[in-house]
């Protein structure tokens, strides 16, 4: 298994501003996820964090909104650019020992924008 | 269009007795299914999973059942315990798509 750690746990922003959020495993991992749950949703895949190059990006989230950056394999930072309060979410991440099959999450950083 | 549907946005039942969540999937490509566990607060956690090649996985109180025809599973809890309150997803998986369903709150009364 692996324990993950999320910071900030929340944070209250304006509008405008950026927000990153760190995700730090306790061991080293092939993949890392980020996921955001808006209210009353389901989790929805933002992208995929490979380490050493550029992250993975699902269909409707761009690189531009949600730069992701995989220093190393226990470590990766998702930043939310130029909020809005449609942003206002929980984001977390997760590892993934074998792929998607066995992902452990964080828990959760919860975004609220104002 | 959601791929992966949980009809039941919250179930209620009794201490000892069972509870069935349900979870109904569209694209018949999917070949793995998992189930995740989430309190408040916390992300959420690996419960069980299925392969498409099987129709039922057992471990200890919980069971899944996979019907491919129907494209649906659902998850037995069997006796619920009041420490299984919480919202459960659905998860399917093939290749690199993996999606979640919207999540059933379940709620056991003591």
């Known amino acids: 298994s692996a324990v993950i750690s999320q910071k900030p746990s929340r944070d209250i922003c304006q509008r405008g501003t950026s927000l990153t959020i760190q995700c730090q495993v306790d061991s080293q991992v092939t993949m890392m996820f980020w996921y955001r749950q808006q209210p009353g949703q389901s989790l929805t895949l933002i992208a995929t964090a490979n380490q050493g190059s550029e992250a993975t990006y699902e269909s409707g989230f761009v690189i531009d909104k949600f730069p992701i950056s995989r220093p190393n394999l226990t470590f990766s930072t998702l930043t939310v650019s130029n909020m809005s309060p449609e942003d206002s979410s929980i984001y977390l991440c997760?590892?993934?020992?074998?792929?998607?099959?066995?992902?452990?999450f964080g828990p959760g950083t919860r975004l609220t924008v104002t | 269009d959601q791929q992966v549907k949980q009809n039941s946005p919250s179930l209620s039942v009794q201490e000892g007795r069972i509870s069935i969540l349900n979870c109904d999937y569209t694209?018949?490509?999917?070949?793995?299914f998992l189930w995740y566990k989430k309190y408040p607060a916390e992300g959420p956690t690996f419960l069980i999973s299925i392969s498409s090649i099987k129709d039922k996985n057992e471990d200890g109180r919980f069971t899944v059942f996979l019907n491919k025809s129907a494209k649906h599973l659902s998850l037995h809890i069997v006796p619920s315990q009041p420490g299984d309150s919480a919202v459960y997803f659905c998860a399917a998986l093939y290749g690199q798509n993996f999606v979640f369903g919207p999540g059933t709150r379940l709620s056991v009364l003591p």
């Open positions: 997760s590892a993934g020992l074998t792929g998607y099959s066995e992902q452990y």
């Open positions: 694209n018949s490509m999917f070949d793995y």
